[in-house]
């Protein structure tokens, strides 16, 4: 009779701890608007207004993702900040 190994022994262990997936998302979303602002500049459009005007509603996504990057990660900030006094005090 042969044993099979336990699935948990390929396991292994991160003594870093894995990003935040919010972090991993608004940083995906930025990559994406990235991405499509370039694929845009590949493409041809019936005429260069629609162009513009495409490539300005991306750059807007972009920025609008940028904003929700950094509001998020001035948020871990301060969580940092208040787990580190919290741990003083205690
Ligand atoms: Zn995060």
Redesign the pocket.
Known sequence: MVRKKPASSTHTEHPIPVA?P??ETLERRYDNTIGQSRELLECRFQSLREKVRELHRWQENRDEAIEDFYA??RM?RIQIVKARRARKIA
Do not use: A, R
């Open positions: 935040c919010t972090c998020h990660k871990h």
